[in-house]
């Protein structure tokens, strides 16, 4: 592929645009960047072939969805028979049952990985978003985390022929110059650096031909087979996972929503400094092309990075959660993708009012851990006696322990646990996906890839909980509207939600302190037993001499 710069009958000047996206000051990545891209890397796969090649986009497609679907069909197909023979005959609540059923996941998940990779495209995007829901087994998530978004790019004609078919034919009327390399590639678009006729430097982002086929045979290939395993396995039903990963890919095909989303979320955070969002340039943009403001960056590991600049992590992954639980519990607008930087708005899901109000209330109770509250909460959601395992989910403790929020479990409760889940079967965990809401799937997702994210940056879990504590209860207090309010009545109401937040703190710390001090009283209990074991022994042999 050709790497030079296609030109225009003009020469352009640079200029340079800068987005601190996580934090003021902190330019961690672009604001476009998909994925690390070598130009030195050769690209010899035949979707690459078939990209550059004359062959007409239907026989592509054709191509493409025998192989990928075979490949697909013959995985699950081979996974589906490793769990039937290999837990036959064992019973469910044994432990031999347990230990064989996670050798099976283990393979079975290294399988699906291996299908993703192959594939590519939609089939990667899949495995992350399986790998980002928490319910899923561990062996699963931990395999399929590895998975990257990035694939080889698509050759500059095919590109090329895209642009002018959204943009129309006289491209040297928009462009000075456009860069035939792209700054980076993904799973469904690459994107190139362009300058526009008044100088302005721009990234141009372009969706692959014939996507919009190839997700409707894959997509229905992923609804086939996970029919299939369920007429295998009734207890496995996973058509709601399906459903939602092709609501979401929808959305992040169609890039006329993502700048909608872009411009959106802009507004939402227009006070906040801690936030840019580059400029969408609508005379530019299709649901197939997305040009935007250029901002220049490195796509590098993101603590490394920060530490070379003499940024703190930890106040990274502070500002980081805070913007996503402001999204949750006060605009109710949330970003279904959670990057180290805020970019790629094309998965956006808007919560319904009653339901966002609800998962406010729900955090509420989870920080306090008031059962009753769950509980009653959990009928709202539609999970009825599922809801004792919301502060699992989400706070890492059993809805009856003892433990100080963000501290984990105590050896007692995790044996407890042990117990209690070696007793649930998939049945269980299907029933209560399938009940739960579409808008708490997302959060679910969401909330999956915001852990993970604040673990690289080096961030306890507290971190998060506690912005969620204060942005849930933010999220509860009364709406103010600036033109119809009085400023005392806003800054009231502003007050009234801070002097709230700091009694829950209050609470939380004494709690923790109490636990600590139990700890103390626990030690030193056992020093003194020790102790006076000790001096008991002395005096013995003292006496026996």
Known sequence: MRTGIFKFPAKAKTRLYLVACAGAGTATATGISLAAFNPN?????????????????????????????????????????????????????????????????????????????????????????????????????????????????????????????????????????????????????????????????????????????????????????????????????????????????SFELDFIQEARNSERTAKNFKSNDMVRVPHIFWELTTRQVLTMEFCRGRKVDAVEFLKEMGINPIKVAKALVEVYAEMIFIHGFVHGDPHPVLLDHGIYKQLDEGFRLDYCELWKALILLDSKKIQQLGECFGVGKYARYFPLIFTGRTIDSKSPLGRGMSSDEKRNLKQELGSLQMEDISSFMESLPPEFLVILRTDGLLRSILRKLGASQRVRLLAYAKYALYGLSPRSNPQSDFPIKAVLSRLKTNISYLHLRLVLEVLELLSWMGKIRRLLYTLTERFVGGIRSILTLSLSN
Request: glycine letters at 4%; charged letters at 20%; hydrophobic letters at 40%.
């Open 41 to 249: 890397s050769p690209s010899l796969s035949y979707d690459s072939f078939l990209r550059s090649s004359i062959f007409p986009e239907k026989i592509q497609t054709a191509f493409h969805g025998v192989i990928r679907s075979s490949r697909a069909i013959y995985t699950i197909a081979y996974t589906v028979v490793d769990y039937k023979y290999s837990l036959h005959g064992l019973p469910v609540d044994s432990h031999e049952y347990l230990q064989k059923l996670s050798e099976v996941h283990s393979r079975s998940a290294k399988r699906i990985r291996n299908l993703c990779e192959a594939n590519k495209g939609f089939y990667v995007k899949a495995g992350q978003f399986v790998a980002a829901l928490p319910q899923v087994p561990k062996e699963y998530s931990s395999t399929l985390s590895s998975l990257q978004d990035q694939t080889a790019p698509c050759d500059f004609k095919a590109i090329k022929k895209v642009l002018i078919s959204n943009l129309g034919q006289d491209l040297s009327g928009i462009f000075l110059s456009l860069d035939e390399r792209p700054i980076a590639a993904a799973s469904i678009a690459q994107v190139h650096r362009g300058t526009l006729k008044d100088q302005q430097e721009v990234a141009i982002k372009v969706q692959y031909p014939g996507l919009e086929n190839q997700m409707k045979l894959d997509t229905s290939i992923m609804s086939f087979l996970s029919k299939c395993t369920e007429w295998f396995f009734p207890e496995y039903r996973f058509e709601w996972l399906v459903s939602e990963f092709v609501e979401a890919i």
